[in-house]
C-alpha cells in the first residue's frame, strides 16, 4: 500500500462529516481544516481531529497539505479549486464539479497547468456493485439495453429553507444535487445523448429548478428517463432494461456500507444478487492516494465534468 496523502478539507458542513469515517478508514491524514470564519475552523479541527484549523486560505498555504478536499456548495468550486492548484495541491472536489462547463473546462485547465490531479467526487462509483452490473450486461444476461431509467430524489421541508441546495447564488437546485447523479450514470452507462427532452420547475419561487424529469435519447431508440426532487419522496433508483430482462439497484447511489441487492430478472427467473458492503468514500479516498502516488487511473478525471454539465444545462433549456 502506497504511503498516505497529506489532506487539507475547505468546509465544514455536512458532507466533511459524512466523508471523514471512510477517510479515516482509509488512513488519511487530515492535516489541515478551513472555513470561512477562522475561529470555527480552528474549533472543527479540534473538534474532527485535524492538525490545525483556519481559513480556507490557510490550508492552502500549509506546506504538509498535498491534496484538497473541496466540500464547498457548488457555486465555490471552480474559485477553490482553481486556487487550490495554482498551490500546487491536488484536489479532490465535491459533485458537481461546478455548475456550468465553462467552469470545469477552467478548473481542468488550471489544474493541467499545475501538473496536478482533480477528480469529481462521485462516490459512488467506487462501489463493487457496479462491476457485478456490467459484468452482466457483458455476459449478455439481459440482452441489448433498450432502456435506463434513474431517480434520485427526496422531500426538503421546511427546516431546511436555508439550505444552500435552495440558493440561486451557491449553485443550488435539483438537477445540479441530485440530477448531476442521474445525468452522471446514465452517461456512464449510454455515454452522450443525441437529444434531451425534459422539464424542470421552480415550485419553490426560489429561483432554483426544485423538481425535473427528461428523456434522452441515443441511437437505435435508446431511451433514458431520469427524475430528480426535492418536492417529493422520489429516493433512488436505477433501472437497466434489456430485450430479455433488466437489472435494478435498490439505494442506487448511498447503498448505506451494509450489503447491497441487485434484483435481476434473466433467463434464470427473478433472483436478488448480494455484494458486500463497503465504504464508498474510503473507497473515493483509497483511489485518490493510488492516483497521486502510483499514477493508477481515475474513475472520474475531472475532464468528465463538463460533459455533466452540458447535459444538464440542455435538460433546462428544454423546460
Ligand atoms: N458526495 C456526496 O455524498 C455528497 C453529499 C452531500 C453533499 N455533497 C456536496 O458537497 C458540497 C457541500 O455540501 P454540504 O451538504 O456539505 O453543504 P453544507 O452542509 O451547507 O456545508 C457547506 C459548507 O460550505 C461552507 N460555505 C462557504 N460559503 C458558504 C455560504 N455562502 N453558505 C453556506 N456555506 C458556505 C460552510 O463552511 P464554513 O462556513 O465553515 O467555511 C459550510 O459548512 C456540495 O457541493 C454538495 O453537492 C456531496
Given at each position: 500500500m502506497s504511503a498516505p496523502l497529506g489532506w487539507g478539507v475547505l468546509g465544514t458542513g455536512g458532507i466533511v462529516r459524512r466523508w471523514l469515517p471512510g477517510f479515516r478508514a482509509a488512513g488519511g491524514t487530515l492535516v489541515a481544516l478551513g472555513s470561512r470564519d477562522p475561529?470555527?475552523?480552528?474549533a472543527a479541527a479540534a473538534e474532527l481531529g485535524a492538525a490545525r484549523g483556519g481559513?480556507?486560505?490557510?490550508?492552502?498555504?500549509d506546506r504538509a497539505v498535498e491534496a484538497v478536499y473541496v466540500a464547498l456548495?457548488?457555486?465555490?468550486?471552480?474559485e477553490w479549486t482553481i486556487r487550490a492548484a495554482e498551490a500546487g495541491k491536488h484536489v479532490l472536489c465535491e459533485k458537481p464539479l461546478a455548475p456550468s462547463a465553462a467552469e470545469c473546462e477552467a478548473m481542468v485547465a488550471a489544474c493541467e497547468r499545475r501538473g496536478v490531479h482533480l477528480v469529481e467526487a462521485f462516490m459512488y462509483r467506487y462501489h463493487p456493485r457496479w462491476s457485478a452490473v456490467r459484468r452482466r450486461l457483458d455476459e449478455g444476461s439481459i440482452g441489448q439495453v433498450?432502456?435506463?431509467?434513474?431517480?434520485?430524489?427526496?422531500r426538503m421541508g421546511p427546516e431546511r429553507d436555508?439550505?444552500?441546495?435552495l440558493s440561486p447564488e451557491l449553485g443550488g437546485g435539483a438537477l445540479q444535487d441530485v440530477g448531476c447523479y442521474c445525468v452522471n450514470a446514465t452517461?456512464?452507462?449510454?455515454?452522450?445523448?443525441?437529444?434531451?427532452?425534459?422539464?424542470?420547475?421552480d415550485r419553490r419561487g426560489r429561483g432554483v429548478d426544485t423538481h425535473a424529469a427528461a428523456v434522452l435519447e441515443y441511437p437505435d431508440g435508446v431511451l433514458a428517463e431520469l427524475s430528480c426532487s426535492f418536492d417529493s419522496a422520489l429516493g433512488?433508483?436505477?433501472?437497466?432494461?434489456?430485450?430479455?430482462?433488466?437489472?435494478?439497484?435498490?439505494?442506487?447511489?448511498?447503498?448505506?456500507?451494509?450489503e447491497a441487492p441487485l434484483d435481476v430478472i434473466d433467463a434464470g427467473g427473478e433472483h436478488r444478487e448480494v455484494v458486500g458492503g463497503v465504504d464508498q468514500y474510503r473507497l473515493e479516498v483509497e483511489a485518490f492516494r493510488d492516483l497521486v502516488r502510483d499514477g493508477t487511473p481515475t474513475l472520474i478525471p475531472g475532464s468528465?465534468?463538463?460533459?455533466?454539465?452540458r447535459v444538464i444545462a440542455a435538460w433546462r433549456r428544454a423546460g
Open positions: 475561529a470555527r475552523g480552528r481559513t480556507y486560505e490557510d490550508v492552502l498555504a456548495p457548488n457555486a465555490l468550486h471552480a433498450r432502456l435506463l431509467r434513474v431517480a434520485f430524489g427526496f436555508a439550505d444552500v441546495r452517461r456512464w452507462f449510454l455515454g452522450e445523448p443525441g437529444a434531451v427532452r425534459g422539464r424542470a420547475v433512488q433508483s436505477m433501472e437497466i432494461v434489456g430485450e430479455r430482462g433488466r437489472i435494478a439497484l435498490p439505494g442506487t447511489f448511498l447503498p448505506g456500507t451494509g468528465d465534468g463538463a460533459a455533466t454539465q
